[in-house]
């Protein structure tokens, strides 16, 4: 599974919160309330939470401005994943993503195969990365939110976490936009 390496330091990530939802307010958002309290529980700093309606063109509008922004290190989504007309947020990162993570994705249905069986297969979970910044798209449900937090995100979010993490990797994540040297 991994460990954490208390001879490590702990550094918080930056992370902003973004609701899809027709039928939510922030008033109303448990799912939004439960990343936000687990993310603020394990230390690390959130940037930014804010709710957009399922509408691919405003969700990944979103996603641009805060992949734009310097202060935010990871994008993480709940809502708009599953299988109906509306549910276009996997759409949205498609407009966005430069690189997939495949085992986000993978790693979440065999996590919740474990609990929902094979209903997972519904969840169109989604991770990757662009401009340097780190995008998971969670599914709305409070207990989805969890598995993705609990399970995933708040070990590859701790650069302690061993044999190794997401946060290591930050520093290079923009290295193919680098110069490259003249011959």
Known sequence: MGRIDEQKPFIPVNIA????????????????????????????HLIARELVRDDAALIAAKLTAWI???????????????????????????????KRIEGFGEL???LSYQKIGTS????????????????FALPGSPGAVKDGWDEILRWQLDARHRPCNLVELMPRLMEHLAAVPEA
């Open 17 to 44: 919160v973004l609701t899809v939802s027709d039928s939510r307010t922030l008033a109303n958002d448990t799912s939004g309330d439960t990343l936000v309290a687990r993310i603020e529980a394990d230390g690390h």
């Open 120 to 135: 997972t297969m519904q969840s169109r979970a989604v991770g990757g990365v662009a401009r340097g910044t780190y995008l």
């Open 108 to 110: 979440f249905r065999m």
């Open 68 to 98: 734009a922004a310097p202060e935010i290190d990871v994008v993480i989504t709940t809502g708009g994943t599953g299988l109906t007309g509306r549910d276009v947020t996997p759409e949205a990162f498609e407009r966005v993503i430069e």
